[in-house]
Structures are given as structure tokens and as C-alpha cells.
């Protein structure tokens, strides 16, 4: 299977930019996609970006614009650049991958915006 560490969340002022960070190990072959969710206190889990294994994107509308996912095949990273960012982006992130066979989910890391 696959294990996977997030790093790069924060505190920081709205406008800002932070980066986050997903690396792979293990099965990483079998990866299909390499997704970010996040999660607000007392608010459902919800799709923020996706990366296949074949480097398509797709977005949630209200990060549109502002976020952008990208990878380093080097490295087994997949990287979350969030700009412009707002009091409503404040959650914990979670980077999920995806297989024929499992999802896995890492461990989330926080992400504060301050206004």
C-alpha cells in the first residue's frame, strides 16, 4: 500500500499563501489520483483538488482561480499552492490517494486564516 506525510499548513493572514505538501511512499505505481480535502470544524469533509496519475486537475469552485495542485514525479510530492487566501479556507487538509484498491487518507494538517 501507500503511506503518506502532509506538511506546510499554518497560521497565516488573509491574502497570504501557504503551500502544502503530500509525499508518497511505498506502492506508489498504483496510484490513480492524489486528491486534497479539508475539513472546518463542525463542517462535512470536502473535495478541495485532484491530480491524476496522468496530471489532470480539477478543482472545487471556491478554490478556483487561487489554489493549484501540482506534482513532482521526482520527489513522489504532490504539492497544494494555496494564494489569496481567505478566513474560510481554515481547516484541517488531508491528502487522500486513491487506487483500484484503496483510498488512504494522511494524517491532516492545519490550516488557519487569520482575518
Known amino acids: 500500500q501507500v503511506q503518506l506525510m502532509e506538511s506546510g499548513g499554518g497560521l497565516v493572514q488573509a491574502g497570504g499563501s501557504l503551500r502544502l505538501s503530500c509525499t508518497a511512499s511505498?506502492?506508489?505505481?498504483?496510484?490513480?489520483?492524489i486528491n486534497w480535502y479539508r475539513q472546518a470544524p463542525g463542517k462535512q469533509r470536502e473535495l478541495v483538488a485532484v491530480i491524476t496519475s496522468g496530471d489532470s486537475t480539477n478543482y472545487a469552485d471556491s478554490v478556483k482561480g487561487r489554489f493549484t495542485i501540482s506534482r513532482d514525479s521526482t520527489k513522489n510530492t504532490v504539492y497544494l499552492q494555496m494564494n489569496s487566501l481567505k478566513p474560510e479556507d481554515t481547516a484541517v487538509y488531508y491528502c487522500n490517494a486513491q487506487s483500484l484498491y484503496y483510498s488512504k487518507w494522511g494524517q491532516g494538517t492545519q490550516v488557519t486564516v487569520s482575518s
Open positions: 511505498g506502492s506508489v505505481f498504483s496510484i490513480n489520483s
